[in-house]
C-alpha cells in the first residue's frame, strides 16, 4: 500500500511564525502535491513538484514556498504565517496524473 | 485551463435510497475522471475512476458514468449506507496537466 505522511497532525502558530509542514512517501512517486481544503472550497493547490528540485505554483501560492531535495520528501513553508493561513493542509503524491495518494492532513491554526 | 463544476454541494438520503452526485468538465481532452471519498477526520482516498474510453464503470454499490459529447460525467451510489456518509470528490485531468478538482460533495445519509 502506498503511504503518505504528514508530520503533525495539528499544529498551532503564531502571527509572523515561519512554519514547516513536511511530507513523505515511500512509493517512488515522482509528483508530489500541496493542497489546502477550507469548507466549500474544496482541495485548493498550492505547489506541485514533479522531480527532485523542480516545482509549479498551483492555484494559490501567494505566502507560501516548498522545497523538494528529496524524491520522497516535499516541504510546505509558510515564510510568515498570518491568520487567513488557518486552515487543512493536505499532500499528496502520485505516479503520472492519476489517482492521487493523501496523506492524512495537518490542521494549522494560527493565532 | 480545465474547470471542474459538481453539484449538489449537498445531499441528504434515507438509508436504501441512491445517491447521484454529477460533475461537468471544460476541457474536451480531459481524459481521465477519477471519485475520491473523504470521511470525516481521515484523508480522500480513491473509490472509482473512469477513463475517457469507457462509457460506464460499476464496482458492487458504486458506478461511475461518462459522457463526453455533454462533457459530464457523474457518480452514483445504490443502496446507500450510513457508512456512505461523506464528502465526495470529482477531478479531471489529461496527459501530464495537473488534475482540477470538483469543489466537493457532502452526502449524509440517515438511517
Known amino acids: 500500500d502506498v503511504k503518505v505522511t504528514q508530520s503533525s497532525r495539528y499544529l498551532v502558530k503564531r502571527t509572523g511564525e515561519k512554519v514547516f509542514l513536511e511530507c513523505v512517501q515511500d512509493m517512488d512517486h515522482e509528483n508530489m502535491f500541496w493542497y489546502r481544503q477550507d469548507p466549500g472550497l474544496g482541495l485548493r493547490l498550492i505547489y506541485f513538484?514533479?522531480?527532485?528540485?523542480?516545482?509549479e505554483k498551483g492555484d494559490i501560492p501567494e505566502g507560501y514556498s516548498v522545497s523538494r531535495e528529496k524524491k520522497e520528501r516535499f516541504s510546505l513553508i509558510l515564510e510568515s504565517a498570518s491568520t487567513n493561513q488557518t486552515s487543512m493542509y493536505l499532500c499528496?503524491?502520485?505516479?503520472?496524473?492519476?489517482?492521487?495518494?493523501f496523506g492524512p492532513g495537518t490542521r494549522l491554526t494560527v493565532l | 485551463g480545465e474547470n471542474v463544476e459538481q453539484h449538489p454541494s449537498t445531499l441528504s438520503v434515507q438509508e436504501g435510497d441512491s445517491a447521484v452526485i454529477k460533475c461537468t468538465y471544460s476541457?474536451?481532452?480531459?481524459?481521465?475522471f477519477p471519485w475520491y471519498k473523504q470521511e470525516l477526520g481521515k484523508r480522500p482516498q480513491l473509490i472509482i475512476d473512469?477513463?475517457?474510453?469507457?462509457g460506464e464503470k460499476k464496482d458492487q454499490r458504486i458506478a461511475v458514468t461518462l459522457n463526453k459529447t455533454a462533457k459530464h460525467f457523474s457518480l452514483h451510489i445504490t443502496e446507500t449506507q450510513p457508512e456512505d456518509s461523506a464528502v465526495y470528490f470529482c477531478a479531471a485531468s489529461r496527459g501530464s496537466y495537473i488534475p482540477t478538482f470538483g469543489r466537493g460533495t457532502s452526502l449524509i445519509v440517515h438511517p
Open positions: 473512469i477513463r475517457s474510453n469507457v
Open positions: 499528496a503524491s502520485s505516479h503520472g496524473m492519476n489517482t492521487q495518494y
Open positions: 476541457d474536451s481532452a480531459s481524459n481521465y
Open positions: 513538484s514533479y522531480d527532485v528540485k523542480m516545482k
